[in-house]
């Protein structure tokens, strides 16, 4: 019998692999292979003189476009559009999970015409970012669409430029960008140390010491005693003009977080809520201690897919403020210029590979979390 | 019970706002559409228009229809392509485990987030060596290898959800790998199969890059037809608010119809507890 | 399995895929040498039938397609046999249409004939990568080196040769206004910008707009105009011909003018079609709009406007007697399937009877100096004066005097200089990135 049920696991393994070959090979060429074909065409000067020519002539130049793109001063637009990633990734999840957990707990109650509500807050995942963007620029425009809602209430007009306003808010100098970083993730170390203390455990207090030590040698001393990484100050900040961009973005996918949520606290046993509400919790504590923290692993995948929205704000930038747009610039619209407008394909692919490097900032921690969890089931 | 009625009317009043937040660039789109190229200005944009014209929805339909057959193919067909692989390989992930096999599903995962952009020329390289190039079996082959990722992800957690324990007194029976899945996985996969379809058909549906750099015009999808409305450079905002609404009309009718098995599935998908 | 063997699987796939990609670049490099070096490098007058499939690829759909539709119908009185593929591909002055193109040329399917800016825009990127036919002989057998004005062919050439046939000419340096308003509020057609700053404080203080601005686009658009004014014909062709530099205090003066100028536009400009800025314009909004002459087609076609009369027109300042030309062209690529058809096609473009079919639809001119006026309206008509009669500049925002690459880079120093207004550093900036794109010394 043993022997048997092992013979049919090994039968079944091969199958597995052989069932799964298919996909491995073409998500490994066409994944791998070409963001490796990427890589190698940001190592190499393609796109100086004749980058079009059918047999175009591709020199192996190392990092020098990666240099390029972190010091030139030309490319502070670059930076820029690196910094809006970031804030447009993070105000895209703060905003889309925020108010789709405001609106499933709205909806978690007894509602007339629930259905109604669920599809008018979904709908918007249904439309293409063109589409969106097309309707939302007619939207934000300056002199029409929004500025004009106060006038309903008698009030003078809002003179708000959505999507072309210049000012910037929480400016620092690109000169310190390491250090901001560092700081930051000290606070995220400090924080996990605690815990790790309070927990005991042992190997992660010493790795996030080590983590935490160095990251305050570098902010404390190193900074100071390194060249700066670049030769003038540079200021770049969180632009007010993404905020158009980012409203009709949280308009468009806040629904499917409400979604995911709804189904979350739908699923939570009617039970724990009953028990809660005669320890005397009111709906408040409910949600905040019990319903919330259940929601996690709904949370998680909410995040992911979000985070692979962000990547395709392409088309949503695109569509509402323009690709020359710098206020509202994004480095796969910068990618997208530089390859296919100023045809200097080996800068673009740098782009590429950057915009690749951040967005594995945001999964990696994840994909490692839940691989870990899955090992744990 | 006051105080309970107050909550109540709150409740109602906070949905009532937001419901109508949510339909402004709806009603915005379709008042624009209903106008005459003449009568569209920022400054009335909130406005109905004086008379509804609805020409405007007829030139765009008659623009677009051959788009719109073209998206259909492209959009079933490739919906069905990778929700099948989708379902396989979230079946092998999930309940035919093996060494190594985590490593590769989070390999394969990784393939959801590269920016599209950045495999534009190689894309159209390959699809031109093996000859699908300009038509829409290429767009298929794009869309079915780069949703492999996503669609083995949502089968996975969906699979995730299934106990394991019912696999195995058909596994003492002998029921080998093909069996298991046919007979008894499948027919539990309905609610899987809602969640991934909805979410390719929508990413399909509405995608525009490889649409617009991967076909020629006879292949060319929906959204590349909408932009031809939209382009120019005189722009009268009619005919693209036309045509933005009737390209949403098929995967609006899905949200409307199939929304509840939407959410359903993604209850399924989304909870490990 | 922990994460670091993840990371480790995932460097080694990495790397094995990246290694692959390279051994194949290698044997690109290595077909390359032994390629045969003959090519065809001239178009060839062979007067054969033309017949099979031409596909044309251009951004003309919408509101332009009627005019690229009227010229496709004479191309198929003459060519029966040839079935058109009107392959377009819209999106803000052809920035898909750009992508598209780049990607089929790289892969090795280049349509039969593509729609591109004439001069630089073209020779920078097609020309330079040895991807386009010379059409001299194509010139000579229709008798176009008469009838097109020369400045202009030596704009669309150069020593190797002549890259495409011009279907249209578009005037860049015009300032349009609404004549009953400027007497209602006591202005005269502004002859210089000091004039336009004179008139532009007395404007602000009514409210008005005194000049409407749209996207970056049309920053660059304004710029190239403030610049012709300030450097003069002469300095604005040295420019471009590296002979000035970009850091010459005459050029940080431009930059200078312009700061000046900005201050009396809008500041909504950023997110405004350049239809919305014509319209401020109409309504009465705003005093002036420099824009090239789509304007007025959009203003007679689109809003009916009766020319000269609802509306005016003059030379932007200082640029009297200066005609700032931009061209749409077509030309033909290396390696196309139907090399007869592609010919056929642009002895069409070129043909009297095929601009006289598109121009008046277009809202443009005719590159040809015997077009028949008749068919055109009371703007075309002066238009077609002046190009005969002016002296012609090109156009840095449309394409004919800068390469791709630096018109790219322009519109982020553009970015720059909106945000900061820094006169010597924005020159500065345009010394280095017409450097790095070979421009300029």
Redesign the interface.
């Known amino acids: 019998m043993a022997t048997f049920n092992s013979l049919g696991k090994r039968k079944d393994k091969i199958i597995s692999i052989l069932v799964l070959l298919p996909s491995m090979i073409l998500v490994g060429i066409f994944v791998y292979g070409f963001i490796g074909n990427s890589i190698w065409v940001s190592l190499t000067d393609w796109g100086r003189g004749a980058g079009l020519a059918e047999h175009p002539v591709k020199n192996f130049i190392g990092l020098e476009n990666y240099r390029f793109l972190f010091t030139n001063f030309i490319q502070g637009r670059f930076r820029q559009d690196l910094v809006n990633a970031v804030f447009y990734t993070v105000f895209l999840l703060v905003g889309t999970l925020g108010l789709g957990l405001f609106l499933a707990i709205l909806l978690d109650r007894p509602v007339k015409r629930e259905g109604f509500y669920r599809t008018v807050f979904l709908y918007p995942m249904a439309l293409s970012f063109i589409v969106t963007g097309t309707i939302w620029r007619w939207l934000v425009a300056p002199s029409g669409g929004l500025n004009l809602i106060p006038k309903i209430f008698g009030l003078p007009k809002w003179n708000f430029l959505w999507v072309s306003s210049r000012d910037s808010i929480l400016n620092f100098n690109w000169q310190n960008i390491i250090q901001i970083i560092l700081i930051i993730a000290s606070f995220v170390f400090a924080i996990i140390l605690i815990r790790a203390i309070m927990n005991r455990e042992k190997r992660v207090i010493i790795k996030f010491s080590i983590f935490l030590g160095l990251s305050l040698l570098y902010v404390l001393v190193l900074h100071r005693l390194l060249p700066p990484i670049l030769p003038m100050e540079e200021a770049h900040g969180f632009n007010l003009a993404t905020i158009g961009i980012l409203i009709a973005a949280i308009w468009q996918y806040s629904g499917y977080a409400m979604a995911l949520y709804m189904a979350g606290l739908r699923a939570l046993p009617a039970s724990i809520r009953e028990s809660a509400m005669l320890d005397g919790a009111n709906e408040f504590i409910y949600y905040a201690k019990i319903a919330i923290p259940n929601l996690r692993p709904i949370t998680l995948s909410a995040v992911v897919i979000m985070a692979h929205i962000s990547l395709k704000m392409f088309d949503l930038i695109y569509a509402m403020a323009g690709a020359d747009n710098g206020n509202t610039g994004h480095p796969s619209i910068n990618m997208y210029l530089t390859t296919f407008r100023a045809n200097n394909f080996a800068r673009g692919a740098a782009i590429a590979v950057i915009l690749f490097i951040v967005a594995a900032f945001f999964i990696i921690p994840y994909m490692i979390h839940s691989h870990k969890e899955r090992q744990g089931l | 019970m006051n105080k309970y009625k107050l909550n109540k009317i709150l409740?109602?009043v906070?949905?009532i706002i937001?419901?109508a937040?949510?339909?402004?660039?709806?009603y915005?789109?379709f008042v624009?559409a209903l106008k005459d190229?003449s009568e569209i200005?920022?400054?009335t944009?909130?406005k109905l228009p004086s008379e509804a014209n609805w020409s405007s929805f007829k030139e765009a339909f008659l623009l677009m229809a051959p788009n719109l057959r073209n998206s259909l193919i492209l959009t079933v067909s490739a919906t069905v392509i990778s929700a099948m692989?989708g379902s396989?390989?979230g079946y092998?992930f999930s309940k035919?485990r093996?060494r190594?096999?985590?490593?590769?599903f989070?390999?394969?995962?990784?393939?959801?987030?590269?920016?599209?952009?950045?495999?534009?020329?190689?894309?159209?390289?390959?699809l031109?060596t093996i000859g699908l190039?300009?038509s829409l079996g290429g767009l298929v082959v794009a869309h079915v290898?780069?949703g492999?990722?996503?669609v083995?992800m949502l089968f996975r957690?969906f699979y995730?959800q299934i106990p394991s324990s019912i696999m195995e007194s058909a596994?003492i029976d002998?029921a080998?790998?093909?069996r298991i899945y046919s007979g008894l996985i499948l027919p539990l996969s309905i609610p899987g199969f809602v969640v991934v379809c909805i979410w390719q058909f929508?990413q399909i549906?509405?995608?525009?890059?490889w649409g617009?750099?991967l076909t020629?015009?006879a292949a060319n999808p929906i959204?590349?037809g909408?932009?031809?409305?939209?382009?120019?450079?005189?722009?009268?905002?009619n005919?693209?608010?036309a045509g933005?609404l009737l390209?949403?009309v098929p995967?609006?009718i899905?949200?409307?119809f199939l929304?509840?098995y939407?959410?359903?599935g993604?209850?399924a998908?989304?909870?490990?507890? | 399995m922990n994460s670091k063997k993840v990371i480790a699987m995932l460097s080694i796939l990495l790397l094995v895929a990246s290694t692959a990609v390279f051994a194949g670049g290698q044997q690109d490099a290595q077909t390359m040498d032994s390629a045969p070096a003959k090519m065809v490098e001239k178009v060839e007058v062979t007067g054969n039938p033309a017949s099979g499939d031409l596909e044309i690829f251009s951004w003309w759909a919408g509101d332009e397609g009627p005019a690229l539709d009227a010229l496709i119908r004479v191309f198929e009185k003459k060519n029966p046999a040839v079935n058109v593929l009107n392959a377009t591909i819209t999106g803000g002055s052809g920035v898909n249409a750009k992508a598209v193109l780049k990607t089929r040329m790289l892969g090795g399917d280049p349509p039969e004939s593509f729609q591109v800016h004439a001069g630089q825009e073209l020779i920078g990127t097609w020309v330079a990568a040895k991807r386009m036919l010379d059409l001299t002989p194509l010139f000579k057998a229709e008798g176009w080196m008469d009838v097109f004005p020369k400045d202009l062919v030596n704009l669309i050439g150069t020593k190797e040769g002549i890259w495409s046939v011009p279907v249209n000419i578009h005037r860049s340096n015009v300032l349009w206004y609404v004549p009953e308003n400027l007497a209602k509020w006591g202005i005269k057609p502004p002859k210089t910008w000091d004039d336009i700053f004179a008139a532009g404080d007395k404007l602000r203080a009514k409210g008005i707009v005194p000049l409407s601005l749209a996207t970056t686009w049309t920053a660059n658009h304004l710029w190239e105009s403030v610049a012709l004014g300030v450097l003069g014909a002469d300095d604005y062709d040295a420019l471009w011909a590296g002979k000035i530099s970009w850091a010459d205090p005459k050029v940080v003066k431009v930059w200078e003018t312009y700061g000046k100028v900005l201050k009396y536009t809008n500041n909504d400009a950023a997110s405004l079609s350049w239809q919305q800025a014509t319209d401020m314009v109409v309504n009465g909004q705003a005093a002036f709009n420099i824009m090239g002459d789509w304007a007025a087609g959009y203003m007679s076609t689109t809003l009916k406007l009766e020319p000269s009369v609802d509306y005016g027109w003059m030379a932007s300042p200082g640029t009297d007697g200066n005609f700032m030309f931009l061209a749409d062209s077509f030309g033909a690529p290396k390696g196309t399937k139907n090399p007869d058809a592609t010919l056929a096609w642009l002895a069409a473009c070129g043909s009297r009877e095929g601009s006289d079919a598109f121009n008046p639809l277009k809202g443009s001119i005719s590159a040809r100096t015997d077009a028949d006026l008749s068919l055109y309206n009371v703007y075309s008509k002066s238009a077609a004066e002046d190009f005969a009669s002016n002296r012609i500049v090109g156009s840095l925002a449309h394409g004919v005097v800068a390469n791709e690459g630096f018109m790219n880079d322009f519109s982020t120093v553009m970015e720059m200089f909106l945000k900061s207004r820094d006169s010597q550093q924005a020159a500065n900036a345009c010394q280095a990135i017409a450097i790095q794109n070979g421009m300029g010394k």
Request: glycine fraction near 8%.
């Open positions: 409740l109602y906070v949905l937001f419901v937040i949510y339909l402004v660039p709806m915005m789109a624009t190229p200005n920022l400054s944009a909130w692989i396989i390989n092998i035919n093996f190594g096999s985590e490593v590769i989070t390999l394969i995962l990784f393939g959801m987030f590269i920016p599209y952009q950045i495999i534009l020329i190689p894309l159209f390289q390959v031109k190039y300009g290898v780069y492999i990722p996503i083995t957690n995730d596994k002998g080998g790998f093909f929508t549906w509405n995608e525009f890059l617009i750099t020629r015009q959204t590349v909408l932009s031809q409305l939209a382009g120019g450079q005189a722009v009268s905002w005919l693209p608010m933005s390209s949403a995967v609006l899905i949200y409307i929304g509840k939407f959410i359903r993604l209850l998908g989304s909870l490990k507890e």
